[in-house]
């Protein structure tokens, strides 16, 4: 018998509902649905909670491949996390071009930072500042979102800082600033790496 099967077996043997299966090992109720439904696995915290719960061993719970299995799918979702993680900083970090002097400030005068800057247009300023402030925003949504088990909503993020990373990468080299082009380009780099890594 499957692991899954197992779970739902004994849950529906103590004559508990998931959400207080999920309430007795300390996780949500969207965790054991997901168990019992046989799309994961728990960690091996969970599956240690789960046998003294049901006062049986976890060789009893589980078999060992799908011990392996349940390890082999922890470690790629910390990878995931870990991974996300630090492509949010790398969109915080972003809030550098706010105030680092990297930008062109006209013909011949010396590089300034976004808000010094005098010789370029008002409103590519202002554009530059938002797509800076979406980045960094989208940083910290991320990051905050990591905290919660909430791998979706964790992807939209990280798809998001992609996404923003290419734009401001576009946007100042179209605009000729290739010291800001040359930061967005590297973070977008660090975080192509990453994924690469994660998937590998």
């Known amino acids: 018998?499957?692991?899954?099967?197992?779970?739902?077996?004994?849950?529906?043997?103590?004559?508990?509902?998931?959400?207080?299966?999920?309430?007795?090992?300390?996780?949500?109720?969207?965790?054991?649905?997901?168990?019992?439904?046989?799309?994961?696995?728990?960690?091996?915290?969970?599956?240690?909670?789960?046998?003294?719960?049901?006062?049986?061993?976890v060789d009893e719970l589980i078999s060992p491949n799908e011990i392996i299995t349940a390890a082999a799918n922890e470690k790629q979702e910390l990878i995931g996390r870990y991974t996300a993680f630090l492509c949010h900083v790398l969109d915080v970090f972003t809030a550098l071009l706010l105030f680092i002097p990297v930008f062109g400030n006209g013909e011949g005068e010396r590089s300034a930072s976004l808000f010094e800057m005098s010789g370029t247009q008002l409103w590519i300023r202002i554009v530059f500042a938002v797509v800076i402030s979406l980045t960094v925003l989208n940083g910290v949504c991320?990051?905050?979102?990591?905290?919660?088990?909430?791998?979706?909503?964790?992807?939209?993020?990280?798809?998001?800082?992609i996404a923003l990373s290419v734009i401001a990468c576009l946007l100042f080299i179209i605009t000729r600033q290739p010291y800001a082009g040359v930061f967005c380009f590297a973070i977008l780099m660090i975080k192509g790496w990453l994924l690469l890594r994660r998937k590998s």
Do not use: C
């Not at 197992?6 to 999920?22: H, P, V, Y």
């Not at 905290?147 to 992807?155: A, M």
């Open 1 to 57: 018998m499957e692991f899954n099967e197992k779970l739902q077996e004994l849950r529906k043997g103590k004559g508990l509902t998931q959400e207080e299966l999920a309430q007795e090992i300390f996780v949500s109720r969207t965790a054991v649905s997901k168990w019992e439904s046989g799309r994961g696995y728990p960690n091996i915290d969970s599956l240690k909670e789960l046998a003294a719960f049901f006062s049986i061993t």
């Open 142 to 161: 991320g990051l905050i979102i990591s905290r919660f088990d909430k791998p979706l909503w964790n992807k939209h993020r990280f798809v998001t800082g």
